[in-house]
């Protein structure tokens, strides 16, 4: 803030004037002259040790000459609103920048006595886990002793029972070396058995040769067995067909009497308008006649659909009989089948399957066929006309006649296929009876040879279970040893770990103390300047 003067040379308030004296620097007073600087305490003396500083007017001013004639000085009056002197007011700049000064030091010296009581009582606490941490690297160079004795004493109990295990690996090599001995006794009396063997083996392969021989043929029996049931399952799907065909024509006769029935209604309408009204007969007849002729063809219908269902039963009667035989022949055929039941009960289980279904079949035709003879019943009164038919159904059963001959030719020589197969069946086993003696003869030869190995066999386990007990415990000291190792290196690394924390807390510690040093060198500057502002605040009280 400029002064009253503006000149910048006194710093204050438009109302705050230096002091009594009328001081302007830019004001001359009424002879001219500018104003004495020191003129308010300085007794009116003008230009005496005087400085005018920078002011290059007043310099001018002063270096005038002085004039002849001079006034007076008027009395100077104190103005009005002044306050204080500048120089009180500079004293009481100067007192309050003491005191802003003195508050920053004492401000700046109690931050930093906090710092150091904060660092002190970090190396204090470093201090402690520095010596937590040596007592734990004691601890653990003391574990490190013990684990080091443990470990020799693990090597002295190695050492013994490595001494066991060469003990052990002599006895294992005398066993080893009897164990040869009897190999080689083994060995000599393998080889007579296995002739032995050999031989049987050859008498093996030819039973079995014959046996496929007699396999063969029966399965060949077997084929035209097959051949046979196929002609049957045959027959069964034409009765089938017949069956369906048959209930086909029953539902087409079932509705040509709905609509005879309706042709019926509607003559019987038209009959009644024909007796009520002349006119509508005559427009009618044609009508009549064109029902009475649909009629007529419907009567046709059914009569032809009778003849069909005479001549179905018929079919029905044969397959009937043809059933019959074939059950008889089944049964034969069973009767021979059970006596090599050994050979053929796969074969006879699938022939008792399809008798079986056959019966299954025969009953299901039965029902139907007892069904489809009621309505036959029914409409036998309307239909007489099955003589064609049934000589067609006599040349069928010519044929089926001669199927059932072969089929008797046939079981006859199957009935031959199978004596066969009996003999050879008896053969095979008076040959597999030989085999068995000499097996058993060779079985106690193994027999005895097995005992003696196996005693050997029992005494080579006994050592090696020794052995390998011998290994466990060795294992354990070995497991226990690499625990006791890495548990000693462990306790390196942590003795280590410490080790390195220990210099690190050092270092912070060093570094905290170097801190603390600056602080103190910085405390001491600071209390030398504040011992500086006090002596200078002392010469400004003594210069005031």
């Known amino acids: ?25 830019k004001r001359r007073d009424e002879l001219g002259w500018h104003a004495d600087p020191k003129s308010a305490f300085l007794g009116g003396e003008r230009g005496l040790d005087t400085s005018l500083g920078s002011e290059p007017e007043l310099l001018e001013e002063v270096r005038k000459p002085e004039r002849a004639s001079k006034k007076p000085e008027p009395k100077q009056v104190p103005h009005e609103g002044r306050k204080f002197s500048w120089a009180t007011e500079r004293i009481h700049q100067l007192l309050a920048s003491l005191d802003e000064e003195k508050h920053k030091h004492q401000t700046v010296l109690e931050e930093k006595d906090r710092e150091i009581a904060a660092i002190s009582s970090k190396a204090a606490d470093q201090q402690t886990a520095i010596d937590r941490l040596q007592q734990q690297l004691e601890g653990a160079t003391d574990e490190g002793y013990i684990l080091s004795a443990q470990i020799a004493e693990k090597d002295v109990e190695i050492q013994k029972l490595k001494e066991a295990l060469q003990d052990l690996q002599k006895v294992s090599q005398q066993q080893s070396d009897q164990i040869a001995k009897l190999s080689r006794e083994l060995e000599a009396t393998s080889e007579e058995k296995y002739s032995a063997i050999n031989n049987n083996w050859k008498l093996k392969e030819q039973i079995e040769a014959e046996r496929a021989a007699a396999e063969a043929q029966f399965e060949e029996s077997q ?40 042709t019926e209604l509607k003559l019987r309408d038209a009959l009644r308008h024909a007796s009520s009204a002349e006119e509508a007969r005559d427009c009618n007849a044609a009508e009549i006649e064109a029902m009475i002729h649909e009629k007529c063809g419907l009567v046709d219908r059914c009569n032809e659909l009778q003849t069909q269902l005479d001549l179905t039963s018929e ?4 397959f009937e009989l043809q059933t019959r035989d074939l059950e008889s022949q089944l049964v034969r055929q069973a009767e021979q089948s059970k006596r090599d039941q050994d050979l053929s009960n796969g074969r006879i289980d699938e022939l008792l399957d399809q008798h079986k279904a056959l019966m299954e079949a025969k009953q299901a035709a039965d029902s139907t066929g007892d069904d489809l003879q009621r309505q036959l019943d029914d409409m036998t009164k ?12 006599q040349q069928q059963l010519g044929a089926v006649t001669l199927a059932k001959d072969a089929a008797e030719a046939n079981k006859s020589e199957l009935q031959v296929e199978l004596g066969a197969l009996s003999r050879a069946k008896t053969e095979l086993e008076d040959a597999v009876a030989g085999m068995q003696d000499q097996l058993g003869a060779m079985a106690e030869a193994k ?35 690499d625990v006791m190792a890495s548990a000693k290196e462990e306790a390196h690394a942590n003795r280590a770990d410490l080790q390195k924390e220990l210099e690190l807390m050092t ?10 040093a600056d602080l103190e060198q910085r405390l001491d500057a600071m209390t030398q300047e504040k011992t500086a502002a006090e002596e200078r605040g002392a010469d400004l009280q003594k210069e005031l």
């Open 315 to 318: 079919e029905r009667r044969l």
């Open 223 to 262: 084929g035209v067995l097959k051949a046979k049931c196929d002609e049957l399952d045959r027959l069964a799907l034409e009765l089938n067909s017949t069956i369906a065909k048959l209930s086909q024509r029953t539902t087409e006769r079932d509705t040509l009497d709905s609509r005879l029935q309706e």
């Open 507 to 516: 270092d912070e510690k060093v570094a905290a103390q170097a801190r603390g």
């Open 447 to 481: 027999e005895a040879a097995d005992a003696k190995g196996a005693e050997t066999l029992l005494q080579l386990q006994r050592a090696v279970e020794a052995k390998e007990q011998l290994d466990l415990k060795l294992a354990d000291l070995q497991q226990e040893l």
């Open 1 to 25: 803030m400029w002064g009253f003067s503006r000149s910048g040379r006194f710093a204050g308030g438009g109302s705050d004037t230096p002091g009594p004296g009328s001081y302007d620097p």
């Open 382 to 393: 309307a239909n007489s006309e099955s003589i064609a038919r049934i000589a067609d159904l």
